[in-house]
């Protein structure tokens, strides 16, 4: 699959929980007292993973992103704000994405083989996370009028988990089909011992910026983009090898095998080209997990300060 930035990311983790620890605390003296918001989010989303990319060898973020297969997040979140420094959010989303070899466009080089593998997959995904704020700007404010005040870059960091489901298209009737049941790569045959059947629920680590500008005492809009790193590389049920089409027979009921035989070798519907990917060819890149992100909008509104269920009537206001 094509390479993400999982190693800065995971860096820039470890910094961020770090010092969410050590500045809540040791800068208790910048907080406005506790409040809670919550708020809404729609975000363009893109998938990171072994279909699609760009020319030439499948690479890194966004050099092999295709624009064309963006789709679209949607959800909502709540969060505590115990200083003007950190947060800690719980977000639910709902949302796709999408890969598809037939999007590259082809120069005659590496990325050739992608292109004529001729994959393609979307998915619905749910997820639900909880990332801590980090609000660094807030150790430099000194003047009320500080424009920082209003306006806050941000940096996220957390643990969450999200449930997917792969679906092909049917070459014979351009139906959309439920991919892991099909065992594309033969996950859970006995002569691939090393594929396990992978599980439709997974655990993310989502990671990312952005800035939030103040719109009143009440409500803010925030921009923001968040990489998910997973530890599945079958987002899109493509991983490792071609496998001998015959064990479908052998391990699935008659309609089903044929369907799997059908879709998860689409090389020979390419025009132009036969059937250029055996038993044991390169069907993916098994050493980098898949990803995936969004980029776009927060609005959030002030809930309430303090205890919530404390009896209190008067309205929380932010101290500009």
């Known amino acids: 699959m094509k390479q993400t930035l999982h190693s800065f990311w995971g860096k820039c983790s470890v910094f961020l929980l770090c010092a969410s620890l050590t500045y809540t605390s040791s800068y208790s003296q910048l907080s406005a007292g506790t409040y809670w918001e919550g708020g809404l989010t729609i975000a363009p989303s893109n998938f990171l993973g072994d279909l699609g ?42 949302g796709k994405i999408e890969g598809d070899d037939a999007v590259i466009k ?51 960091a957390g643990i969450g988990v999200f449930r997917f489901n ?13 991919l892991q049941p099909l065992r594309t790569e033969g996950q859970g045959m006995a002569e691939y011992p090393d594929r396990k059947p992978y599980k439709l629920t997974q655990l993310n680590v989502p990671l990312g910026i952005g800035v939030k500008y103040y719109v009143n005492d009440n409500m803010a ?26 064990l479908f027979y052998n391990y699935l009921p008659p309609a089903q095998a044929a369907v799997a035989d059908r879709i998860q070798n689409k090389s ?47 309205c929380p206001v932010i101290r500009y």
């Open 166 to 178: 792969p679906k092909g298209q049917d070459p014979a009737n351009g139906q959309w089909v439920a």
């Open 221 to 246: 809009l925030s921009f923001e983009i968040v990489h998910r790193k997973t530890f599945t590389d079958y987002i899109d049920d493509v991983s490792t090898q071609y496998i001998d089409e015959s």
């Open 53 to 94: 990319g760009n020319a030439g060898k499948g690479t890194t973020f966004l050099k092999d992103n295709n624009f064309s297969m963006t789709r679209f997040f949607a959800g909502g979140f709540i969060a505590v704000h115990p200083s003007e420094l950190f947060a800690a959010r719980l977000a639910v989303n709902f």
């Open 268 to 314: 020979p519907l390419r025009a132009g080209i036969g059937n250029t990917f055996g038993a044991g060819a390169k069907r993916g890149t098994p050493e980098n997990n898949d990803a995936y992100y969004t980029a776009g909008f927060k609005i959030s509104w002030r809930l309430f300060s303090g205890n919530p269920w404390a009896n209190s009537t008067r």
């Open 106 to 156: 082809g120069k005659g080089g590496m990325e050739e083989a992608r292109r004529m593998r001729n994959l393609n997959f979307k998915s619905s995904v749910l997820e639900a996370f909880v990332v801590g704020e980090v609000y660094p700007t807030v150790l430099f404010e000194s003047d009320p009028t500080d424009v920082y005040r209003k306006i806050r870059p941000y940096a996220v």
